[in-house]
């Protein structure tokens, strides 16, 4: 046959319809997530310096097996105590101590009933965090213990920061300051997760989510208050500054409750609470709630359907232009060639005054918020290098001397107390002309009879296991591996999932270790990319400059499908968007 000019055209215009007809009927491929910044984070380096990553991990095991130690001997030890007081539960209980050397704690003190729940409930919790079971450690039940800050005497059925009113006035909080009194319950829904056949856990989850609905209902939008009185059921006004981010708390434990127990009013509660705190036209972030109102804000749309814009939170959580609490947020500076960027407290008392437990507690809803909105992706990557990287400045081995007030006395630590904050300027007497960035503490000013050594924070080294469950260096500096899931609580089934930032300024190839034992591919989330398929315990991954991907372990040669926006693998969620 003689090819002409009529004969080629035609068959070649015939092809270009059957290529054009299968494309039609193919579904377009994913497009990579867009990535929108936090401003703040935005100004911090890429690679902060000195540069070292701790092994929080192995800090967080050493913590819990030398502060639940009851035969540990030395001035200020051991730190755990029993209370036989049995407050609220006929049992027994136990205290640690908020810091080292606290005159007013202890079995010798107060009749030993006074403890903090922000202590020994965040230590339970880190622990368990690490793999350690609380529940059967050395014969106690450490677990079951803290069902005795459950506040039935008082009426108030919440998990409360003390057993009883007889000691509360000793310390900060308790039924007078709002964040006090709701952030516990949080910890121990936390906790609560790990151990849920717990005698007892459930009706206490129930109770404090019945509370804490019927408190929303009641506030009906506005928490412009100073704290709920949840045995009178209403709000009060003090001296302290109102504190609407106590709506982030609600909505977050609210819809845990729903996960949990699939009961509609929980959610309802859960939205309710949240558009009240979106609602707010100003900047109310008070101690450590806000963050956790991002984290609700994106599983909510992400599980739920709903469209809330919550960037706003987000920005309040770091901006450190709080109206409430002047200068609460994210610090974003370098004290005399230490980046201090990244740590959390307030960015304007004495020039910056930080908090290890603000700090640690921060990465709790920010990290598993990317699984949920992986526009974040990128940000919180490089917000959550910052924060790892200066969180050593608070630990005295880690530290120099000359910017520590007590080099001479950190072996009361046994290397795993750190100070409570990191500081600009001195706020203690006695030490001056100290060049920042200053390792600190406040003990010495809660009680006239605390030690210096009380600057050492029992209390904010115990949420160590926050950043030990979701923080795992690799072999390149500068690119971390998140757990996306660790605390990522009454989450739905799911594939391991780790956020991995690349800082530098070109493209960088990073060992990559499975958390699954059997092969898997790599799906990168963010660029809705398979990146490495049958990998059998490491890949190498490459990681595009001053970016990020989310990977999640899929087992080998599964399809993905899309499903309602979602996308499944074996009807597992594996992204949202």
């Not at 845990?256 to 707010?280: I, M, T, V």
């Not at 499975?514 to 990168?524: A, F, G, H, P």
Request: charged share 20%; hydrophobic share 35%.
């Amino acid at each position: 046959m003689k090819w002409n000019n009529t004969i080629l055209p035609a068959i070649a215009g015939t092809f270009l319809f059957l290529a054009t007809s299968c494309k039609k009927d193919e579904k377009a491929a994913p497009k990579s997530v867009a990535q929108k910044p936090i401003a703040r984070v935005d100004s911090m380096p890429y690679m902060p310096k000195p540069y070292e990553i701790l092994d929080f991990k192995d800090l967080a095991l050493s913590y819990d097996r030398i502060v639940y130690d009851s035969t540990q001997t030395g001035e200020y030890w051991p730190l755990v105590w029993k209370d036989g007081s049995k407050k609220n539960f006929d049992q027994e209980t136990f205290g640690i101590y908020t810091a080292l050397g606290d005159a007013r704690q202890g079995p010798e003190n107060n009749q030993g009933m006074f403890h903090e729940s922000l202590n020994t409930i965040s230590s339970v919790l880190g622990a368990s965090l690490v793999g350690i079971d609380k529940s059967d450690q050395n014969g106690e039940d450490y677990v079951g213990m803290l069902k005795n800050y459950f506040n039935s005497e008082t009426g108030w059925d919440i998990i409360m920061n003390n057993t009883c009113p007889e000691v509360a006035l000793l310390g900060g909080g308790y039924g007078r300051d709002w964040w006090y009194d709701v952030y516990p319950n949080l910890l121990f829904y936390g906790v609560a997760d790990f151990y849920p056949q717990h005698p007892d856990f459930e009706r206490l989850q129930k109770s404090i989510a019945d509370r804490f609905y019927e408190a929303d209902s009641i506030l009906a939008g506005n928490y412009g208050h100073t704290f709920f009185d949840y045995g009178e059921m209403e709000p009060k006004d003090n001296w302290i500054c109102h504190q609407e981010d106590a709506a982030a708390g609600h909505a977050y434990v609210l819809y845990a409750a729903y996960q949990k127990f699939k009961e509609p009013k929980y959610l309802d509660g859960a939205k309710s609470a949240l558009e009240a705190l979106l609602s707010l036209e100003e900047n109310r972030f008070y101690e450590i709630l806000m963050p956790f109102g991002a984290y609700t804000a994106a599983r909510l749309n992400a599980e739920q359907g709903t469209n809330y814009d919550y960037h706003k939170v987000l920005d309040w959580t770091f901006n450190g232009d709080s109206v409430c609490r002047e200068g609460w947020g994210v610090l974003l500076d370098n004290w005399n060639g230490y980046d201090v960027s990244g740590l959390v407290g307030s960015t304007v008392d004495h020039g910056g005054f930080a908090f290890l437990m603000n700090t640690y507690d921060t990465m709790w809803p920010l990290v598993p918020m990317v699984r949920y909105d992986t526009r974040y992706a990128s940000t919180i990557g490089k917000w959550m290098l910052n924060a790892a990287n200066a969180s050593k400045f608070f630990y005295p081995y880690e530290m120099a001397d000359d910017h520590q007030t007590l080099p001479n006395k950190k072996e009361h630590t046994k290397g795993v107390i750190a100070y409570e904050g990191l500081i600009k300027n001195v706020h203690l007497e006695g030490y001056p002309n100290m060049e920042a960035p200053i390792a600190i503490g406040d003990g010495p000013h809660w009680n006239p009879k605390n030690p210096d050594v009380s600057q050492f924070s029992v209390y904010g080294s115990g949420h160590v296991g926050i950043a030990g469950a979701i923080i795992e260096s690799t072999d390149l500096p500068g690119i971390l591996k998140l757990d996306c899931l660790a605390t990522d609580f009454y989450k739905n089934e799911s594939y391991p999932t780790f956020l991995m930032y690349n800082p530098h300024q070109e493209s960088k190839t990073v060992t990559y270790l499975c958390q699954s034992k059997q092969k898997v591919d790599l799906y990168d989330i963010v660029s809705h990319q398979m990146v490495a398929q049958g990998v059998d315990m490491k890949a190498n991954i490459e990681i595009p400059a001053d970016q990020a991907r989310v990977l999640v372990e899929i087992p080998s040669g599964s399809t993905i499908k899309e499903v309602e926006g979602k996308y499944l693998v074996n009807d597992v969620v594996i992204a949202f968007m």
